[in-house]
């Protein structure tokens, strides 16, 4: 069964950390309960491969930071 087929679009300017957190993305949250009111309003994600090797001059800090395998 494929975990996206049900998945309901929520269209709004901003949503909190926490709602983030229940979808079926399957994230795993590494910072304790801090922040989860916390509102998201940029719809992109960032991967911040350059930024852990050093080079943070284009860090997108208002972003969602995702590490995946690569990080």
């Known amino acids: 069964m494929n975990i996206l087929q049900n998945l309901k679009t929520i269209v709004k300017d901003k949503i909190p950390v926490g709602l983030l957190l229940q979808s079926p993305v ?17 719809k992109n994600i960032h991967r911040p491969q350059l930024a852990l090797a050093g080079f943070v001059e284009l860090f997108t800090h208002y972003r969602v ?6 990080e």
């Open 65 to 70: 930071q995702v590490f995946g395998n690569t």
């Open 26 to 42: 399957r994230l795993v949250q590494k910072n304790g309960n801090i922040g989860l009111n916390n509102p998201i309003n940029d």
